[in-house]
C-alpha cells in the first residue's frame, strides 16, 4: 500500500447499489428495533468552516469507532472543527459521507477502512434532515442492529469547496436518525473510495487461519 500524491492510496469503486441498499435495511431495523423516544437537547453550535472535508481526520475515525494507523498513510491528517449545525446562509453544493464497515486486503493483511462517499442531488432535504433533534436515550433498551452506523459521518462542502461537518441527529439508540439515512439514500453517489485506516489482521494471522481452515 502506497501514498498517491497528498491523499491515501484506497481501493476506489461505485458500490451504490449495494450500500444504498444496506443503508435502507438498517434505517428499516432502526425503526423496528425500538429505537424511538422524545426529542431532547438544543441545537448545537453552527459548524466552523474548514478548507477541506476530510474523513480520516482524527476526531471523525474516532467518531467511527476506528483508530488510525500512522502506517495507513503517508498524509497528515490534522484535526477539524467540531461538527455543529448547519450555518445560516452556507449553501452546499455537495455532501460527503464517511462510513466505517468495510474491510481491504492486501500483501500486509486486512485492514478496517473507512469508505468516503461524494454525495449530490437534493441537498435542502438533507439540510432539513440534519436540522431534527437528537432523541433521548430509549429507556427500554435497544435491540441489536447489524452493521455499522448507516449515517456515519457528515460533511457538507460549497461551490467554493469549503466544508463543513455537519452534526448528526441520533435515534434512542445512538446512531444516525433513519430519517436522515433515508435522505442520504435518496441522493446520487457520485463517487465511493475505501481507505485504509488499521491493520485488523496480519498477513501471517490471516494465512495460520486459512490453512486452520483446510485442515483435515
Known sequence: MSGSGDVLAGSRD???RRIAAQ???????????????AAVGSAPAPAETAIAADC???QVVQSLGLVLDPSATATTHPDVPAAGSVPEGFAPSAAIQCLAGETLTDVVGVWDAVT????EGDLAGLVDALA???MSPNPYGCADSPGADPVGEVWLIDAMGRAIRAAVPLDGCGRGRPEVAAVIDRLDEVEATHYPVRLS???LA????????QSP
Not at 116 to 119: F, I
Not at 206 to 213: C, L
Open 14 to 16: 461505485r458500490p451504490r
Open 23 to 37: 443503508t435502507s435495511i438498517a434505517a428499516a431495523a432502526l425503526a423496528l428495533s425500538g429505537c424511538t423516544s
Open 56 to 58: 480520516l481526520a482524527p
Open 116 to 119: 468516503v462517499r461524494r454525495l
Open 132 to 134: 431534527r433533534p437528537s
Open 201 to 203: 489482521r496480519a498477513r
Open 206 to 213: 490471516t494465512d495460520q487461519v486459512g490453512h486452520a481452515d
